[in-house]
């Protein structure tokens, strides 16, 4: 199976870091605070945290009293970021691919990821990887890029607009076409996997969750108005799904 490692390409790796550590970005203003919200207690909890990327999340988690925290990444770059910038006791880092999961010799109360498995190609066989990696009654919480996002095939724009520019609306095409999309994104030949809405749930289902919640990207109306380029879009499509899933 395909494990892409784009986040250790130069190009890609100093232009994502430098728009994550920009304080306006989509993960800080959009991802973050619906994720946050969506968590159980994680006092004393064990997280495993998947694509922890920077680790960013990892440090959060562990700073709301989890127990311990895993962070796995296949980046290199990213894992080695992590360890300096976003290190503590209960934290530990590993490289790994989410495809490789089901040889982690442990349990967890928490499962969490963050706009990670956009790139795994078996979304069904990941959910069962984690159903096993949780205790019982544990949680899987996670967001992924929006099924209507990432129908995008790059044939046509992402929005009709104005003669100005201004967004008329968002354009939907292939949607029903899942599989591989490659994109421009940060650098060219930038590559996601789609599957659609059903697909999404009926995997998650399937692999035996209950789903307590699903949330879709909201922006607060004051940073629509501060920064229309960036979160304009959000009025016309979600960029970004949640789910919190229960082990059943
Ligand atoms: C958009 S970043 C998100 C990072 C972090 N979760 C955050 O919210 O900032 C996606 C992360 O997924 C990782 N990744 C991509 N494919 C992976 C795979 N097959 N196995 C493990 N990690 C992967 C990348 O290396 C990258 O760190």
Known sequence: MAKQNIYDNDAFYNNFKSIRSNKINFNDVIETPIITAMLPDLSGKRILDLGCGMGQHAMQYAKCGAESVLGIDISDKMLAYAKVNNSAENISYRKMAFEDIAHIDEKFDVVTSSLAFDYVENFG????????????????????????????????????????????????????????????????????????????????????????????SRVPQDMIRKYPEQFGGVVHHPDFIFFRCRKA
Not at 143 to 169: C, F, K, Q
């Open 125 to 216: 066989l990941l959910m069962k990887n984690i159903h096993s990696l949780l205790k019982e009654d544990g949680a899987c919480v996670f967001s992924m890029s929006h099924p209507i996002s990432t129908a995008y095939d790059g044939v046509y724009d992402r929005y009709t607009r104005t003669e100005t520019g201004e967004r008329l609306y968002a354009n939907l095409h292939n949607y029903g076409i899942e599989g591989i999309r490659h994109i421009k994104w940060v650098v060219d030949g930038y590559e996601l996997y789609h599957r659609t809405f059903a697909t999404l749930v009926n995997d998650i289902v399937s692999a035996g969750f209950v789903i307590e919640e699903c949330q879709e």
